[in-house]
């Protein structure tokens, strides 16, 4: 069997006291296609990161070509033969395709060899049917066209191994045939491929072998992935089947929260497309999906921080008019952010005029313009206790709060105010169980008190354990909503990767 | 390697060391500059601390060159507050010296005209910052920039100003009209210049602080500068907050302007501001944006300026070790500041 | 209107815009080529202000007006490079870090001439340059000796446009210094290093920066006065804006605003005008600030400008 061109060997990665990556190991060999498998935050991208040079391995060794190497930065990674498609594309959009090629390229003389270049271009042409004009400006190239021009580059600088990063999710299915033609025709060259991705269907078509990663280690290798059952993948990536909690029947009342063929235009990120959902009260919807498929979209229009080019969005039966924080907020809905710090609380003010923030002009935050310090201190007094939040007191820097614990303030923040419906992103990202098990029952108790609640997350498991019912939201659509009686993991698993045999 | 870090604590011991370690090291940097002079350190240092607190009309001439330093280190810090970049704090001084020297020349009754002055240039600056926070806002254009080149816009339409309508035209000299004599401030101690727009600059920073700490305004404004994401997520319109910034920022730019036609010149001529408006950004960075901590910045530079001018006299160390001063101070409170945002740190390299 | 056709066919008339604009283009192709690597140096009026000084102490000490120039190059650079450790390596604020280099080099420049210089009723002068025609050329009516019978920098300046022009396009240097300015991510993954990249061009700019402030004390006049500088540097900053970042665009914009300032104090010297002369000093600032509002900015500034590169570890 020919050398690996590349070896990753108990590849060990912390960030802080997370393990991003434990003992991984990883080969490429010439000829192959790898598809790499895993959900969000199961370590792919750091694992890959780590081989392009971004982050350095706090254990391991890498081999390329059978040699230990270290590589500390991206010029080194290159020099190494590897190179990487990253999701979001590294162009310069102002700039030519040629000079994107060129940019960083060693050894040039004193002036930048353009027709040397060009050959080279034709010669990437000829061997792998990948051609773009090179006088051409990146940004009126298309998307696909777009990921065409980092292929290009990899090849261009010699790379012998080239990883891509969930390279189709940006891609239109005619982009994706076109796309894999091209991987086909680098891997009959020899060249190794690593193939990122949570998409079942495609990793079936294109990789040679599969490895799947789950918090952060191997959990599975699978030899011949067109034959092998989806159901077994999805298990592999997701977990065993777990029990749902016990969830005492509610009776449910009527549609707090709901959303009629909703529609954004195109936005970073994937847009909605005619999305139609209702929350009820005494229930608590789960919203399950691969990152990136429209939740933050979907998040947005719910908190008021993106208005839809059509379809409506009502509150407690009240439509939404002007789409502001402060208007969704009046009309009873409370919001807890994905990103704690970045759109949640500010984390140079104190934990107490963070909670504050919302409602800073009404009482009992405030008295005709002036600030109550005591109001403001009182609440998050209040709120500290109820929900036990650790912090040095109200006057603590927010910033100095740990997850679970900003958490439970955003909770906090909202729920004082007896909100009639709740939407929630990524709620227990990066928490600890014993912080889980809290804001999970306080979920149960708004579901108990008759309250909707919409749970935007990542986490099968969570979600399995909450929800009455599953939507699965795929590049912008709900693509199936399954009651709790019926939601399985490996259901649920095919309708986030866009497979849909077994849709609802 | 060093490496920075993201700190997320700060002990309130640091937020005071921090300024205090930056004059301390503008100090000693240039004291090397007095000795280069051919002076002995202690003696140079020493006039310029008894030109600035040696005698009572010392301490008077220190405040009163404070005094509109003071408004500009306001201005400075309330727009920095809210990320607001105005540089432009030279520019709407001049605004509002030019309108209420216009006011003040009005005939009437003196304390109406103080009144009116103070109204006059508060409405001048105001509206020179709101060029650049419209631009901003409606434009997309960098705020710095833009508020940067309109000082020189206004400072050529002062000149035209006073070399063309308003010129004396006894002398011909570039000045304008001075305001009434009713319209002069009044000042409290005789033999001195101490007026009545120091009385106003010191009430000026508590009531600003106020408005910072303790007002719904002044909340949003800060949070609008720590996170405008956030901000707007929780409901708080971060436009009509910039806007509301700028008009407050350029207004007691204005202010400075016009403690310095009402109480020392009397009269609008081109080198009215000695660089005022950037003094005030270096005083804006020393007391951290914090509104009470202007004073004690002012006064410091001040006392550099008015000391520089007595040590140059005595020991022939040129007077320009001041501006020198707040460069090197502006300077070492932004490399100071980093330590409150990053944690140094010193790693091996890998092998 | 007569007065003004009189005043601009005039041979010296020609002359004086190509002397003007001298120095501006040097500064202006200074603060493109920091900007366009992402660098704003918002300290170069200060910058030119204390080159133009120790480039006239160089000259005036050693008799030698190119060292004097040289003197300024290296001043140029050196407080260029304090800017940049400070912004690049450091990330302070860039705004705030070039109005202190200002401040800091102002009161220097001041400090330091009246050290040497005590006397100010005779003012040191040094004999400024000399233009040097260019056999031939310089014989063409009307245009000859405007264009050929100027000074050895103006030539040298002339030459530097086409220079910047093909370093900042055709080479590896400029392509990878233009990527850290458009997108420093993607120039860091491509191998490119983006801090030492941008502390090259920071220096480099502050060099000619230098160069721009001794052709003011050396060739346009022939002292060091304190008004010398007095805001060609931030008419620079202007100019890059107007230039799009771009060097002959930049050189064009030089000339256009020294064609209106040659103009302006003809016109002033013949009292002609009723406009006042103030308002064609505020002109290219009114024009700027009025061209950034209107060209949609974004498409012409460097996108990574002001924003500090941080490798960050997640």
């Known amino acids: 069997m020919a050398t690996p061109l590349v070896e990753m060997v108990g590849i060990t990665k912390r960030f802080g006291p997370l393990l991003a990556n434990d003992h991984v190991n990883l080969s490429i060999r010439p000829g192959e296609i790898v598809g790499l498998l895993g959900e969000n935050g199961a370590g792919k991208t750091t694992l890959m990161n780590i081989l392009f040079g971004t982050y350095a391995a706090d254990e391991g060794t890498i081999r390329v070509e059978g040699k230990a190497v270290r590589i500390h930065n991206s010029a080194e990674a290159l020099a190494a033969g590897i190179g990487m498609v990253h999701q979001h594309f590294l162009l310069a959009p102002r700039l030519t395709v040629m000079e994107n090629l060129l940019v960083g390229m060693p050894r040039q003389g004193l002036a930048l060899d353009v027709a040397g270049a060009r050959r080279k271009l034709d010669d990437i042409a000829r061997e792998f049917g990948l051609k773009l004009d090179p006088e051409q400006r990146v940004s009126s190239l298309a998307v696909g066209e777009q990921q065409r021009l980092e292929i290009i580059k990899a090849l261009f600088r010699g790379a012998r191994v080239l990883i891509l990063d969930e390279p189709t999710a940006v891609l239109a299915p005619p982009d994706v045939e076109g796309l894999f033609t091209a991987l086909r025709a680098i891997a009959a060259r020899s060249l190794g491929i690593v193939f990122i991705s949570h998409k079942l269907n495609e990793v079936r078509a294109l990789t040679s072998r599969c490895v799947i990663l789950r918090h952060g280690r191997v959990s599975g290798e699978i030899a011949d992935p067109r034959s092998a059952s989806t159901r077994d993948i999805a298990e592999l990536m997701c977990g065993h089947e777990i029990k749902p909690t016990i969830r005492p029947p509610v009776i449910k009342g009527a549609e707090l929260l709901s959303f009629s063929h909703v529609s954004t235009a195109s936005h970073p990120g994937t847009a909605l497309k005619d999305v139609s959902l209702a929350v009820r009260g005494g229930e608590i919807l789960g919203l399950a999906g691969v990152s990136g498929n429209g939740q933050k979209a979907l998040a947005d229009v719910v908190s008021g921080m993106l208005r839809p080019v059509s379809g409506t969005v009502s509150i407690d039966g009240q439509e939404v008019h002007d789409f502001t924080p402060a208007e969704v907020q009046r009309l009873g809905l409370g919001r807890v952010p994905e990103d704690r710090l970045a759109s949640g609380l500010v984390s140079s003010m104190t934990l107490a005029e963070s909670m504050a923030l919302p409602r800073i002009a009404e009482a009992p935050f405030s008295h005709r313009d002036l600030l109550s310090r005591r109001g403001i201190a009182d609440f998050a007094q209040k709120q500290i206790r109820e929900f036990d939040i650790r912090c040095s007191g109200p006057n603590a820097r927010t910033g100095t709060l740990s997850g679970g614990n900003l958490q439970k303030a955003l909770l906090a923040r909202e729920l004082a105010f007896d909100p009639k419906a ?24 708004l579901r108990a008190a008759g309250r909707a609640v919409l749970v935007i997350s990542e986490d099968l498991d969570e979600l399995m354990a909450l929800s009455d019912r599953i939507a699965v939201i795929y590049e912008g659509r709900i693509v199936g909503v399954l009651v709790a009686e019926e939601a399985t993991v490996s259901r649920i698993g095919l309708l986030m990767s866009g497979a849909f045999e077994k849709a609802a | 390697m060093v490496r920075l870090q993201l700190r997320n604590d700060v002990s309130p011991a640091l937020n005071f060391a921090l300024p205090l370690a930056a004059v301390a090291f503008t100090l000693v940097l240039c004291s090397s500059l007095i000795r280069i002079a051919g002076a002995s350190v202690v003696d140079a240092y020493g006039v310029m601390l008894s030109a600035a607190f040696g005698d009572t009309y010392a301490i008077t001439e220190t405040l009163v060159r404070a005094t509109p330093m003071i408004f500009t280190g306001l201005a400075v810090a309330v727009a920095f507050r809210a990320k607001f970049w105005n540089i432009g704090a030279e520019g709407q001084l001049l605004s509002g010296a030019v309108l209420s020297c216009m006011v003040g020349a009005i005939d009437m009754p003196g304390g109406i005209a103080i009144a009116l002055m103070f109204v006059a240039g508060f409405a001048g600056g105001a509206v020179t910052a709101l060029i650049p926070a419209v631009l901003r806002l ?11 080149l309109l000082n020189s816009v206004v400072l050529y339409g002062v000149m035209a100003l006073i070399e063309g309508p308003w010129k004396d035209s006894l002398s011909g000299y570039p000045i304008s009209p001075p305001i009434q004599d009713s319209a002069n401030f009044p000042v409290f101690i005789e033999g001195t210049r101490l007026h009545l727009g120091v009385l106003a600059a010191f009430l000026a920073a508590p009531v600003v602080w106020f408005v910072i700490a303790r007002t719904v305004l002044g909340f949003k404004i800060r949070a609008t500068g720590e996170n405008p994401e956030a901000s707007r997520f929780g409901g708080i319109d971060t436009r009509r907050v910039i806007f509301t910034t700028a008009l407050l920022s350029g207004g007691l730019a204005g202010l400075a302007g016009v403690c310095q036609v009402g109480g020392v010149h009397y009269q609008v001529m081109a080198e009215i501001s000695p660089g005022y408006g950037y003094s005030g950004i270096v005083i804006a960075m020393l007391a951290r944006l914090n509104p009470l901590g202007v004073v004690p910045a002012a006064i410091f530079l001040s006392a550099v300026m008015v000391g520089a001018d007595a040590m140059s006299r005595a020991t022939g160390v040129p007077a320009f070790i001041g501006q020198v001063v707040q460069g090197v101070a502006l300077i070492s409170m932004l490399v100071a500041l980093l330590f409150t945002q990053y944690r140094v740190q010193f790693r091996k390299v890998a092998a | 209107m007569n007065a003004v056709l009189e005043q601009i066919f005039q041979v010296g008339f020609l002359a004086a815009i190509i002397r003007i604009a001298t120095p501006l283009t040097l500064a202006t192709l200074g603060e493109m080529i920091s900007e366009r690597s992402g660098v704003l140096n918002l300290g170069i009026e200060g910058i030119m202000l204390i080159s133009a000084m120790t480039g006239f102490m160089g000259a005036y000490y050693s008799d030698n007006l190119w060292v004097g120039v040289l003197t300024a190059a290296v001043t140029g650079a050196a407080f260029a490079a304090l800017h940049a450790t400070l912004t690049v390596f450091l990330g302070v604020s860039q705004h705030v870090c070039g109005i202190g280099i200002t401040l800091l080099c102002t009161g220097l420049a001041y400090f330091f001439f009246r050290l040497s210089f005590t006397d100010s009723s005779h003012p040191a002068t040094v004999q400024s340059f000399e233009t040097i025609p260019i056999p031939g050329l310089a014989s063409i009516p009307v245009l000859g000796p405007a264009l050929f019978n100027q000074f050895g920098l103006t030539y040298l300046t002339a030459l530097l446009v086409p220079v910047m022009a093909f370093m900042l396009y055709r080479t590896p240097w400029g392509l990878n210094l233009r990527m850290a300015g458009e997108n ?21 700019g502050g060099a000619l920066m230098g160069i721009a402030g001794a052709f003011l004390t050396m060739a346009q006049f022939n002292t060091f006065t304190f008004g010398v500088i007095s805001g060609r540097g931030w008419i620079a900053i202007a100019l890059v804006v107007f230039g799009r970042w771009d060097p002959w665009r930049c050189a064009g914009a030089a000339l256009l605003f020294a064609c209106v300032d040659a103009l302006q104090l003809r016109l002033q010297a013949a009292g002609v005008s009723h406009i006042p002369y103030e308002a064609f000093l505020a002109l290219p600032f009114v024009f700027t600030i009025a061209a950034m509002a209107l060209m949609s900015r974004d498409a012409a500034a460097p996108p990574a400008l002001l924003r500090p590169f941080r490798k960050e570890e997640r």
């Not at chain 1, 709740?422 to 108790?445: M, S, W, Y």
């Not at chain 3, 420093?184 to 480099?204: H, K």
């Open chain 3, 184 to 204: 420093p991510r993607a120039a860091d993954a491509a191998g490119v290093n983006v801090m030492a990249t941008r502390f090259m061009a920071v220096t480099l």
């Open chain 2, 138 to 148: 409606k434009f997309k254009v960098d705020d710095v920039v833009s508020s940067l």
């Open chain 1, 422 to 445: 709740v939407i929630v992103a990524q709620p227990t990202r990066g928490l600890d169980i014993a912080a889980t098990r809290f804001v999970h029952e306080k979920f149960l108790a």
